[in-house]
């Protein structure tokens, strides 16, 4: 089975070209990139964060980090990077992509649930004795 590395983009004049995953990787890297895209911009916030969440799961029940605080400063965090991230680092305008709104959303509330699975799992995988002992079990 081989897997697809190439997406479609078209340009202005309707014709489609070829970009490779490596092509967007570099550019999603580099800073004041070119996006000839939006869709393609809008895929590498949504994949990086979807990443991103996962990995602060895994570090907030490693701390253990729990309850509304943990909620809280993952939400501050995701949104606060991805739109340092798209206006700094990128210089996106962003009334190109419907307002900073947009940009925020974009990929949220996937990337929120793979980073609440990903916390209760290693929470309770790592702390199942202190929890037992808060029950009295």
């Keep these: 089975m081989t897997t697809r590395t190439n997406t479609i983009q078209h340009n202005t004049s309707g014709s489609a070209k070829s970009s490779s995953l490596k092509d967007?990787?570099?550019r999603a890297l580099t800073a004041k990139s070119e996006w000839p895209d939006k869709d393609e911009f809008l895929d590498v916030?949504?994949?990086s964060r979807q990443v991103f969440g996962i990995i602060l799961g895994i570090i907030w029940g490693i701390v253990p980090l729990k309850g509304f605080l943990g909620l809280v400063l993952f939400?501050?965090?995701?949104c606060g990077l991805v739109y340092v991230?798209?206006?700094n680092f990128q210089s996106i305008d962003e009334e190109a992509y419907g307002g900073a709104w947009e940009l925020i959303k974009e990929g949220f509330?996937?990337?929120f649930a793979g980073f609440l699975v990903t916390w209760?799992?290693?929470y309770t995988g790592l702390h199942y004795e202190s929890i037992m002992e808060a029950k009295g079990l």
């Design 24 to 26: 967007i990787c570099n």
């Design 45 to 47: 916030i949504y994949w």
């Design 75 to 78: 939400a501050g965090i995701s």
């Design 85 to 87: 991230y798209a206006i």
């Design 109 to 111: 509330m996937t990337s």
């Design 120 to 122: 209760i799992i290693f």
